[in-house]
C-alpha cells in the first residue's frame, strides 16, 4: 500500500475519534524499556494533536518488586494481587509516584506533549476501600466511586493526564489498587469510546499460540474459563469484558512498543486484539 494510501485511511479514523476520549493503560513491563516509552509517548502525543483525548493509567509492578528488592523485601502474591503492608505501600508510592509517573510525564513533554501527573488520590479520584475476601491482602484496594471532574477540566484545556493507580479511602489511607482495574473502570466513567492495554505481548494468543485479532467479550470470557488466557492476560481480558460490556466500544490489547498505538488505532487491520460486543 502506497503512502499516500495510508494517510487517507487515517484521515478517516482522525475525523471519526475527534474528540473522543481514549483510556490507555501502560503496563509496567512497557516502562522499563526507554525505546518503548519514547514510542508510546509520542503516539500518545500524536492522538492529542489530532483531537483526540487521551487519558494513561500506568501499572509499574515490574519497577514495584526491583525496589522491593532493593529494601530486602521479599514480595507476596495471592492470586495474582500483591500482598500489600504498610512498608510495601510505602513503597508502592515511592514507586508509582515518585518515579513511575514522572517518569511518563517527562518523556511525554520531552516529545512536545503537555501531560499532568496525578494519583487516584487526586481530588478524590479514586475513592476507595479496602478489598473484602478471605484472605487479608492488606492496603490492597477496590475503586468504589470515580470523581472524573478534575480529568474532564485537564482534557478540554488540551492536557493529558497521567494517573498511577493509588486510590484513597474516606479516611485518607492510600490503598493499592490493580491498574488493569482501574483503567477499566476510568474508562467507562469518562464514557470513552476505546480502552487500550499496552503490555510486553503481541496480543491475546489462541490454544496453538496464533494472534487473535478479534475477540468478543463472550469468546475473551471463554478463553479464561478454558485456561487458554494465563497469569497476567487474565486480568487483561477481565477488564476488557468490563468495559465494553458498560458501554466502551471497543478495547485493544497490543504490544506497547514500535508505534504499534497508532498503527492498531489509524489502520483497518490492526495490529494487536480487539475486543469487542460482536466479533
Same mark, same amino acid.
Not at 509499574?60 to 530486602?72: C, H, L, Q, S, Y
Given at each position: 500500500?502506497?503512502?499516500?494510501?495510508?494517510?487517507?485511511?487515517?484521515?478517516?479514523?482522525?475525523?471519526?475519534?475527534?474528540?473522543?476520549?481514549?483510556?490507555?493503560?501502560?503496563? #509496567?513491563?512497557?516502562?522499563?524499556?526507554?525505546?518503548?516509552?519514547? *514510542?508510546?509517548?509520542?503516539?500518545?502525543?500524536?492522538?492529542?494533536?489530532?483531537?483526540?483525548?487521551?487519558?494513561?493509567? +500506568?501499572?509499574? &509492578?515490574?519497577?514495584?518488586?526491583?525496589?522491593?528488592? $532493593? =529494601? &530486602?523485601?521479599?514480595? @507476596? =502474591?495471592?492470586?495474582?494481587? $500483591?500482598?500489600?503492608?504498610?512498608?510495601?505501600?510505602?513503597?508502592?508510592?515511592?514507586?508509582?509516584?515518585?518515579?513511575?509517573?514522572? @517518569?511518563?510525564?517527562?518523556?511525554? *513533554?520531552?516529545?512536545?506533549?503537555?501531560?499532568?501527573?496525578?494519583?487516584?488520590?487526586?481530588?478524590?479520584?479514586?475513592?476507595?476501600?479496602?478489598? %473484602? &475476601?478471605?484472605?487479608?491482602?492488606?492496603?490492597?484496594?477496590?475503586?468504589?466511586?470515580?470523581?472524573? #471532574?478534575?480529568?474532564?477540566?485537564?482534557?478540554?484545556?488540551?492536557?493529558?493526564?497521567?494517573? *498511577?493507580?493509588?486510590?484513597?479511602?474516606?479516611?485518607?489511607? *492510600?490503598?493499592?489498587?490493580?491498574?488493569?482495574?482501574?483503567?477499566?473502570?476510568?474508562?467507562?466513567?469518562? %464514557?470513552?469510546?476505546?480502552?487500550?492495554?499496552?503490555?510486553?505481548?503481541?496480543?491475546?494468543?489462541?490454544?496453538?499460540?496464533?494472534?487473535?485479532? %478479534?475477540?468478543?467479550?463472550?469468546?475473551?470470557?471463554?478463553?479464561?474459563?478454558?485456561?487458554?488466557?494465563?497469569?497476567?492476560?487474565?486480568?487483561?481480558?477481565?477488564?476488557?469484558?468490563?468495559?465494553?460490556?458498560?458501554?466502551?466500544?471497543?478495547?485493544?490489547?497490543? %504490544?506497547?512498543?514500535? +508505534? $504499534?498505538?497508532?498503527?492498531?488505532? =489509524?489502520?483497518? $487491520?490492526?495490529?494487536?486484539?480487539?475486543?469487542?460486543?460482536?466479533?
Amino acid at each position: 500500500m502506497k503512502v499516500s494510501d495510508v494517510l487517507i485511511d487515517a484521515l478517516e479514523y482522525m475525523k471519526k475519534f475527534r474528540d473522543h476520549v481514549f483510556v490507555i493503560k501502560l503496563g #509496567g513491563e512497557v516502562m522499563v524499556d526507554a525505546k518503548a516509552l519514547d *514510542s508510546v509517548a509520542q503516539d500518545i502525543i500524536l492522538l492529542s494533536y489530532v483531537n483526540i483525548k487521551p487519558v494513561v493509567i +500506568h501499572g509499574g &509492578g515490574v519497577e514495584i518488586t526491583r525496589a522491593m528488592d $532493593r =529494601f &530486602g523485601k521479599k514480595p @507476596q =502474591f495471592v492470586k495474582g494481587l $500483591r500482598v500489600t503492608d504498610e512498608e510495601t505501600m510505602e513503597i508502592v508510592e515511592m514507586v508509582l509516584l515518585g518515579k513511575t509517573n514522572s @517518569q511518563i510525564v517527562a518523556s511525554i *513533554s520531552k516529545h512536545g506533549g503537555n501531560a499532568v501527573g496525578l494519583s487516584g488520590k487526586s481530588a478524590n479520584l479514586f475513592l476507595s476501600e479496602k478489598k %473484602k &475476601g478471605e484472605i487479608d491482602l492488606g492496603l490492597v484496594g477496590e475503586i468504589k466511586e470515580i470523581n472524573v #471532574g478534575l480529568i474532564k477540566i485537564l482534557l478540554e484545556r488540551g492536557y493529558i493526564p497521567v494517573i *498511577s493507580p493509588v486510590g484513597i479511602t474516606q479516611e485518607g489511607t *492510600s490503598l493499592n489498587i490493580n491498574a488493569d482495574t482501574a483503567a477499566a473502570k476510568l474508562a467507562v466513567e469518562l %464514557k470513552a469510546s476505546k480502552f487500550i492495554i499496552l503490555t510486553s505481548v503481541d496480543g491475546v494468543w489462541d490454544k496453538d499460540k496464533k494472534l487473535i485479532e %478479534k475477540l468478543s467479550t463472550k469468546e475473551a470470557g471463554k478463553l479464561i474459563e478454558k485456561k487458554v488466557a494465563k497469569e497476567g492476560m487474565i486480568p487483561k481480558l477481565k477488564a476488557s469484558i468490563y468495559a465494553v460490556d458498560n458501554g466502551v466500544a471497543a478495547a485493544h490489547i497490543i %504490544k506497547g512498543d514500535d +508505534h $504499534r498505538l497508532i498503527e492498531e488505532i =489509524f489502520t483497518a $487491520r490492526g495490529i494487536g486484539t480487539m475486543v469487542s460486543k460482536a466479533k
